[in-house]
């Protein structure tokens, strides 16, 4: 049960109060019904002690999984639930390879550490 995000570009928008935050999750281990942690608090690179005002997870090689973010309450515990073709929530269990060899792209608005 682990999702690792390596984020691989942010910038901070013109008017220097929001930052913009790109990369990759990645999917290791089991998936828990109700959704897998993404732990956010190690990421150096997002200048933002706060939780993003926006996310968005998708897949870059056309599987059939869908990925939401679900915001937490502080930046170690949010989660990412998925949901096989027809809308129905990935079963607990082993990733399956599609979702281990998936591209999971993370795109996020952050407000700015001012």
Known sequence: MALTLTVHQFDVDA???QVYVAGVVTATGNYSTGGDTLDLSNQSFIPSAQLP????????TGQVYNY?????????NNKVKIYIAGGS????????SAIL????????????LQ
């Open 15 to 17: 008017t220097g109060k």
């Open 53 to 60: 005002k926006q996310a968005t997870l998708f897949t870059q």
């Open 68 to 76: 939401a973010f679900i915001v937490g309450t502080a930046l170690n």
């Open 89 to 96: 929530e990935l079963s607990s269990g082993a990733y399956p």
């Open 101 to 112: 060899n998936d591209i999971i792209a993370f795109s996020a608005v952050y407000p700015k």
